[in-house]
T-cell receptor, first 115, second 114 residues
Framework: AQSVTQPDIHITVSEGASLELRCNYS??????LFWYVQSPGQGLQLLLK??????LVQGIKGFEAEFKRSQSSFNLRKPSVHWSDAAEYFC?????????????FGPGTSLSVIP | GAVVSQHPSRVICKSGTSVKIECRSL??????MFWYRQFPKKSLMLMAT?????????EQGVEKDKFLINHASLTLSTLTVTSAHPEDSSFYIC??????????FGSGTRLTVV
């Protein structure tokens, strides 16, 4: 079945530590890939996106993500986490070949940061 | 650029009444907008795709008569929750695809039905 998965429901890291949030997808063709962040009670902010080309994508707030076709993954990374990064992170895809360009979201990973 | 404005941010209504949520693209034209619903501590569930000048396309399981969507112009889509009940309480978010093929989201509307 077509899906977007984020294996980690909740992650806790210390401030200054590195971070990696996992995302896997299951679609016939590589979809467009996105990472969004949501603070409590707020809308979504786009961190970065991948359509094609360089598989290492740089985003805002010091985030980057790497697309690995062989693993059907698009993991989000940050070398040094700040307390303000605590939020909900969603991996999302736009499946290619659909009638409408609808964004399908993964279940999300909640990030807590220990001072 | 590519800002989507959603209004109101919070609304409380009585059971049985209707509530309208607006989603506007401020600096671009959006022929297609999307409406999502988010339950507490859950992901976003796509409810429907709103197309300017035509009927919305609803996802399976979404009641089109309860969640009325109108996309009358290239910058405005509205979601009306009709005959609201407490189980309709949720966080509703709209989005639009932007010229650079990103997806911009509104700030969301917290609906509470009492």
């Amino acid at each position: 079945a077509q899906s977007v998965t984020q294996p980690d429901i909740h992650i806790t890291v210390s401030e200054g530590a590195s971070l990696e949030l996992r995302c896997n997808y299951s679609y016939g063709a590589t979809p467009y890939l996105f990472w969004y962040v949501q603070s409590p009670g707020q809308g979504l902010q786009l961190l970065l996106k991948y359509f094609s080309g360089d598989t290492l994508v740089q985003g805002i707030k010091g985030f980057e993500a790497e697309f690995k076709r062989s693993q059907s993954s698009f993991n989000l990374r940050k070398p040094s986490v700040h307390w303000s990064d605590a939020a909900e992170y969603f991996c999302a895809v736009v499946p290619l070949g659909t009638s409408y360009d609808k964004v399908i979201f993964g279940p999300g990973t909640s990030l807590s940061v220990i001072p | 650029g590519a800002v989507v404005s959603q209004h109101p941010s919070r609304v409380i209504c009585k059971s049985g009444t209707s509530v309208k949520i607006e989603c506007r693209s401020l600096d671009f034209q959006a022929t297609t907008m999307f409406w999502y619903r988010q339950f507490p501590k859950k992901s976003l569930m796509l409810m429907a795709t709103s197309n300017e000048g035509s009927k919305a396309t609803y996802e399976q399981g979404v009641e089109k008569d309860k969640f009325l969507i109108n996309h009358a112009s290239l910058t405005l889509s509205t979601l009306t929750v009709t005959s609201a009940h407490p189980e309709d309480s949720s966080f509703y978010i709209c989005s639009a695809s932007t010229p650079n093929y990103g997806y911009t989201f509104g700030s969301g509307t917290r609906l509470t039905v009492v």
